[in-house]
């Protein structure tokens, strides 16, 4: 049986919620208002949580925004059911990384078909985690790490930081120069022996690939290749993964109108959440803020080329 909460301030329309939620099966959770919702999504951990978005205490998109930033609740799905109807409140809505937006007055089979969507996915994606982290557990035979002499490793080591300090200056001053890191050189260093591995990745970054995916392309075994890249470059294979989905994303945000959903799909995420946690932990802001403040001078530029 699936708990659900629902985060409604008006006692008659939660009251419907909790009800009709009932009479189909599932076991629902009420909430008078965001700080208490929060609050009881970290205590009961719903399967999904139902959410107005105009509440007193916290609104509704303070609560998304609370739940995203705690582990323990970051997957939950979230569902805004909302009298708010403009396409801004819609657009922040799904960028903050609600799973589903639907506008009141809305049907009985309305919100039970977005509840099913979501809970199935949510689901499936679970079954794939559980089948992927069985993957990493199994023994696999390791590789000896290459021996590398105390002078060459530390010449390594400064090539990367000069590439890394390189990258984030120019992901941080120019949307320009976040459009010429689109070339493989510039986003990863050039060491040995990751150039396979980084190959793989530029290949493969689009897809949702994860740190087996990359082991596997090079025969290594998981726990090997997150020790070679860490002693190699300071950082996880995860963060190459997500650094190179980050320029790519950036680049599509100022030549494209593509909608953040479809962006993050591109770029291989599963969720939309999980990709604009990433980029505001890059960028220190959304996706749709940062488009909105780059492309001017973007779209300038590009009309002076021409």
């Known amino acids: ?32 208002n965001g700080l208490v919702g929060v609050q009881w999504a970290q205590q009961h951990l719903p399967d999904l949580i139902i959410s107005e978005i ?16 705690k ?20 657009r922040k809505g799904m960028d903050l990384g609600a799973d589903d937006y639907l506008i009141k007055p809305c049907t009985v089979e309305e919100l ?11 689901t499936f994606f679970k079954q794939c985690y559980a089948a992927e982290l069985q993957q990493v557990l199994k023994p696999t035979k390791v590789n000896k790490l290459p021996r590398v002499n105390a002078a060459g490793l530390k010449s390594q080591v400064n090539l990367f930081q000069e590439s890394a300090e390189s990258i984030q200056q120019n992901l941080e001053t120019s949307p320009h120069g976040v459009m ?15 150039n396979d591995i980084f190959d793989f990745i530029e290949a493969h970054y689009h897809q949702p ?46 030549e494209t109108d593509q909608s953040i959903d479809c962006i993050a799909s591109s770029v291989g995420y599963c969720y939309t959440w999980c990709f604009f946690r ?20 973007v779209g300038k530029t590009c009309g002076d080329i021409a």
């Open 1 to 32: 049986m699936a708990k659900i909460l629902v985060i409604e301030s008006e006692i008659e329309s939660r009251n419907i919620f909790l009800k009709c939620l009932k009479e189909k099966g599932f076991d629902p959770i009420g909430a008078e």
């Open 54 to 69: 105009m509440m007193p205490e916290l609104d509704g998109y303070r609560v998304l925004a609370a739940l995203r930033q």
């Open 71 to 90: 582990p323990i609740t970051a997957t939950i799905p979230l569902i805004f059911v909302t009298n708010k109807a403009t396409r801004f409140d819609i």
């Open 112 to 122: 039970l078909g977005a509840i099913i969507a979501r809970l199935e996915k949510q």
């Open 180 to 194: 010429k890191l689109a070339a493989k050189k510039s986003v990863f260093p050039s060491v040995d022996p990751l």
């Open 209 to 254: 690939i994860s740190l087996r995916d990359v082991a596997q392309s090079v025969g290594y075994s998981a726990a090997y290749l997150t020790d070679l890249v860490r002693r190699k470059t300071g950082q996880t294979v995860h963060r190459w993964i997500t650094r190179r989905r980050m320029v790519a994303a950036c680049s599509l945000l100022l």
């Open 278 to 297: 990433h980029f505001r932990s890059s960028f220190g802001t959304t996706p749709g803020d940062w488009r909105s403040a780059n492309r001017g001078s």
